[in-house]
């Protein structure tokens, strides 16, 4: 019976059926218990997450679901090695990119099995975007120009160098000019995507506040009351917790 939940958990987190994913970490609080065997980090056959299904696939309210429970691992590696944070840098899910780089615990750093970081993948995909968004979070990315990825020729590259083997111009010229100033590239690149000091500040504070609600919504019995209004007040179907989730949503 647990396998099922849990599969069912991942199903509607793939699937971005965000209600059901509310629902199910309401319903079974010894999810928190691996001994139960039913886990919010519950991994399929290629060690794929509820976590990685959700970000590669661009579910944001999933994600932060997700995030808002006290169990989850962030930076669980899937069978080649990649965490959610890498599939969705690889696959430019720029939301969700932004949503797990303003989350603390997830390491933006951590290599696959081939050593290539989330960095390292986006730039192989030409994700513009995502690289860019990771730039602009200030976190530490790592050695641009050292560290290095096995590529599928079986050469090692850096992140540099790959973007100059591969011939990926807009791509290059975004990461040289990092690698030859980095707070200066950072700073206009957070201007050219509008992401003045205030703004900043407000995203990072706003979306912790939406998560402590969110977690605090999962984890008491009031859930179905918080989850809708049931025939309160005319032409209002959303509670509190959607609220949140709705309010959410622009600050990715």
Same mark, same amino acid.
Request: one cysteine or more; aromatic letters at 10%; charged letters at 25%.
């Given at each position: 019976? @647990?396998?099922?939940?849990?599969?069912?958990?991942?199903?509607?987190?793939?699937?971005?059926?965000?209600?059901?994913?509310? @629902?199910?970490?309401?319903?079974?609080?010894?999810?928190?218990?691996?001994?139960?065997?039913?886990?919010?980090?519950? *991994?399929?056959?290629?060690?794929?997450?509820?976590?990685?299904?959700?970000?590669?696939? #661009?579910?944001?309210?999933?994600?932060?679901?997700?995030?808002? %429970?006290?169990?989850? @691992?962030?930076?669980?590696?899937?069978?080649?090695?990649? &965490?959610?944070?890498? =599939?969705?840098?690889?696959?430019?899910?720029?939301?969700?990119?932004?949503?797990?780089?303003?989350?603390?615990?997830? $390491?933006?750093?951590?290599?696959? $099995?081939?050593?290539?970081?989330?960095?390292?993948?986006?730039?192989? /995909?030409?994700?513009?975007?995502?690289?860019?968004?990771?730039?602009?979070?200030?976190? $530490?990315?790592? !050695?641009?120009? #050292?560290?290095?990825? &096995?590529?599928?020729? #079986?050469? /090692?590259?850096?992140?540099? /160098?790959?973007?100059? /083997?591969?011939?990926?111009?807009?791509?290059?010229?975004?990461?040289?000019?990092?690698?030859?100033?980095?707070?200066?590239?950072?700073?206009?690149?957070? =201007? =050219?995507? =509008?992401?003045?000091?205030?703004?900043? %500040?407000?995203?990072?504070? @706003?979306?912790?506040?939406?998560?402590?609600?969110?977690?605090?919504?999962?984890?008491? $019995?009031?859930?179905?009351?918080?989850?809708?209004?049931?025939?309160?007040?005319?032409?209002?179907?959303?509670?509190?917790?959607?609220?949140?989730?709705?309010?959410? *949503? !622009?600050?990715?």
């Amino acid at each position: 019976m @647990s396998l099922a939940v849990a599969e069912k958990l991942y199903n509607a987190a793939a699937f971005d059926r965000v209600s059901e994913v509310l @629902s199910l970490l309401q319903k079974h609080p010894e999810i928190n218990v691996n001994r139960f065997g039913f886990d919010v980090n519950w *991994r399929d056959p290629i060690h794929w997450t509820p976590l990685h299904i959700a970000s590669i696939s #661009g579910h944001v309210e999933v994600v932060k679901v997700l995030l808002a %429970h006290s169990a989850i @691992s962030v930076n669980l590696q899937n069978r080649n090695g990649r &965490t959610a944070f890498s =599939k969705a840098s690889e696959w430019g899910q720029v939301p969700i990119v932004r949503l797990l780089l303003k989350d603390p615990r997830v $390491d933006v750093t951590l290599g696959d $099995d081939g050593g290539r970081t989330p960095l390292w993948r986006a730039l192989h /995909e030409e994700r513009r975007k995502a690289i860019e968004w990771l730039i602009a979070s200030g976190r $530490d990315l790592g !050695d641009v120009n #050292g560290q290095k990825g &096995t590529h599928w020729d #079986g050469k /090692e590259y850096s992140a540099l /160098e790959l973007a100059r /083997e591969l011939v990926k111009n807009e791509v290059l010229a975004v990461l040289e000019r990092f690698v030859a100033n980095p707070t200066q590239t950072r700073q206009e690149i957070r =201007k =050219k995507l =509008k992401w003045t000091g205030l703004l900043l %500040h407000f995203h990072f504070h @706003s979306s912790s506040c939406y998560l402590n609600f969110i977690s605090f919504f999962i984890s008491t $019995d009031s859930f179905l009351r918080n989850r809708n209004f049931a025939g309160g007040i005319p032409r209002c179907s959303r509670g509190p917790l959607d609220v949140c989730l709705h309010c959410s *949503r !622009d600050l990715y």
